[in-house]
């Protein structure tokens, strides 16, 4: 079944269009990347998607439901489903970790506050951050921080989890542990992915599938596993995207040597 159907989607800020005509879909369990240069769109198309940005015209299916027609109270439930890790990580820092891992609860569930408290442990605990409930978000590290944010989007054991950009801002090797966590969750969960990310080690660590938007198009101008992309010659758009990057990573070798890493 497919987890995510997007249908001739335009997303536009007022007259301005970003994304005309935007089609694809996201198979349950799979993890798809969208990628593209700076600008072109991909935090837009996000938005759209998570219900923060109405889209101009178009529609969004969750496992075949309508999510822009939905009422309100089928839009709440489908929202219920989804965890957001957003690209600044969005954590309140006026709470402790705690509190914010917390905040989904309370908003969306009845749990008391003891049930509340072990839910916040254990996602804590499924993130590699066990016993961090009291600290607050300034005194965790960039990768602690990006572990946190992922244990609140967890929080209400989504069916599908939105990243953006989950390893920006983070050192190679931190990053690559927060690729393997990404994994981890989505192997033990069968959670569905939506990963906006540049990071070439990470898409091919990660997706099994890709998309390209590309900002004067505004749309995708290729799609199908990292390595088709990759070895695309033909579009200098698509080989732009992979050769401009390459001097920063050989995310074979890159790879093979932090796959032993452990948080
Ligand atoms: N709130 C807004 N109002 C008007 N224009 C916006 C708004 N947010 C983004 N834009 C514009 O929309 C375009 C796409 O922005 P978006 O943030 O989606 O790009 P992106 O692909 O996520 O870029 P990056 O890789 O830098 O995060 C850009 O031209 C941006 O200036
Ligand atoms: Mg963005």
């Not at 820092?93 to 908003?107: H, K, V, W």
């Not at 254990?122 to 951050?129: I, R, S, T």
């Not at 946190?148 to 990243?163: G, N, S, T």
């Not at 932090?258 to 948080?263: D, E, G, H, T, V």
């Amino acid at each position: 079944m497919n987890a995510i159907e997007v249908e001739n989607l335009t997303c536009a800020y007022g007259d301005k269009t970003i994304l005309k005509d935007v089609s694809f879909s996201v198979k349950e369990r799979e993890i798809l990347f969208i990628i593209g240069g700076s600008g072109c769109g991909k935090s837009t198309l996000l938005r759209c998607m998570i219900g923060l940005l109405a889209p101009k015209s178009g529609e969004i299916r969750y496992f075949e439901k309508s999510f822009l027609n939905a009422s309100e109270e089928e839009q709440r439930h489908i929202l219920k489903s989804f965890g957001v890790l957003y690209q600044s990580n969005a954590l309140w820092s006026s709470m402790t970790i705690a509190e914010n891992i917390a905040l989904p609860l309370e908003q969306y569930t009845t749990h008391t506050k003891t049930e509340i408290a072990e839910k916040v442990a254990l996602k804590l605990e499924q993130v590699g951050l066990p016993g961090v409930q009291e600290l607050y978000p300034r005194e965790l590290s960039g990768g602690m921080k990006k572990r946190a944010a992922l244990a609140r989007a967890l929080a209400l054991d989504p069916k599908i989890v939105f990243f953006d950009e989950p390893t920006s801002g983070l050192d190679p090797v931190t990053a690559r542990g927060m690729d393997d966590l990404i994994l981890e969750v989505s192997k033990t969960f069968g959670t569905t992915m939506v990963i906006v990310s540049h990071e070439l080690a990470s898409i091919f660590s990660l997706a099994h599938r890709v998309i390209l938007l590309d900002g004067e198009v505004q749309g995708i101008i290729a799609e199908g596993s990292p390595e088709k992309l990759a070895a695309e010659r033909n579009d200098k758009r698509v080989a732009n995207f992979f050769t401009n990057r390459k001097s920063n990573i050989n995310p074979a070798s890159f790879w093979g040597q932090c796959s032993n890493f452990k948080f």
